[in-house]
């Protein structure tokens, strides 16, 4: 998602906090739907900006934004989606542009609470950061899942055949709607910005680990426990080998980089080596 200026912010929270409060009486199959109507509302907002305009403009009365809303789609919504937009269109955003968006990122947690039910979002976390770094390191089929010259239907084929069956529905619903409503990302980031939501929406941080081999779950527990201790806060590991290390760890938390790694020490004693 890009950013969003204080205004914006604060406005996507507040109905972050309405979507949560009508999803705790929705069973799964209610918050799917949800989720897919608000990825249609998103889809409107993007496809129509007079309408954008409108449910955005502060000079209009929130309640006549609301009003607008329900006269053009509220009769094909359900009544939790409908509360959701109207907290979304009543409140106050920095850019009409924004409200894309928040309904795109408001729909992708409505997913991610469909995982959470079936306790599988940390699962689906370690999937969506997985096929990101899959897409990093295969520029061949990333592009070709970005190619907006090619039908979305033949795209979400091709992604099929990557993770059919092996990737949870929630996953692979929010890489389809990646791929069909990209909105200027490249798959490979948007998958890691999902990640990303997953582990917000867990309350945690993410802390990215490149490691030489894989880490067992003691040491996984010991490095989460370390980085909780040192960021005061939880934090979710996303780990990628990485045999060019040689050994030791990095850690990424934010724009914070932990070099342990042998290759980092080689290139930092380099550097001070008189020339």
Do not use: N
């Not at 979002?121 to 390191?137: A, N, S, T």
């Not at 033949?154 to 069956?165: F, G, P, Q």
């Not at 948007?190 to 680990?209: K, Y």
Request: hydrophobic share 45%; charged share 30%; proline share 4%.
């Amino acid at each position: 998602m890009q950013y969003l200026q204080a205004a914006s912010r604060r406005s996507l929270a507040d109905a972050r906090e309405r979507l949560d409060s009508d999803l705790d009486g929705l069973d799964e199959a209610a918050a799917t739907t949800l989720a897919a109507e608000l990825f249609a509302a998103s889809d409107l907002l993007a496809a129509e900006p007079t309408l954008r305009k409108h449910l955005g403009d502060p000079a209009v009365a929130p309640e006549d934004r609301a009003g607008l809303l329900r006269s053009l789609v509220g009769s094909r919504l359900g009544a939790p989606t409908l509360r959701v937009l109207e907290a979304v269109v009543g409140a106050r955003w920095s850019q009409p542009r924004d409200l894309v968006d928040a309904v795109e990122t408001l729909g992708q947690l409505a997913e991610l609470a469909v995982a959470q039910q079936q306790d599988a979002i940390e699962e689906v976390e370690d999937e969506l950061f997985r096929v990101g770094r899959l897409l990093d390191r295969e520029p061949r089929l990333r592009a070709l899942l970005g190619d907006s010259t090619v039908a979305a239907e033949k795209r979400v084929e091709l992604l099929d055949s990557v993770i059919a069956d092996k990737v949870h529905p929630v996953t692979g619903r929010l890489l389809t709607r990646a791929v069909e409503a990209p909105r200027g990302l490249p798959l490979d980031r948007a998958a890691e910005a999902l990640a990303e939501l997953a582990a917000a929406r867990r309350e945690r941080s993410v802390a990215r680990v490149r490691t030489p081999v894989g880490l067992t779950d003691e040491q996984r527990d010991r490095l989460e426990a370390a980085l909780a201790r040192i960021y005061g806060r939880p934090i979710s590991l996303q780990v990628e080998l990485d045999e060019d290390l040689i050994g030791g760890l990095v850690v990424q938390v934010g724009d914070e980089v932990i070099d342990g790694s042998i290759a980092g020490r080689l290139v930092a004693a380099e550097q001070h080596l008189p020339h």
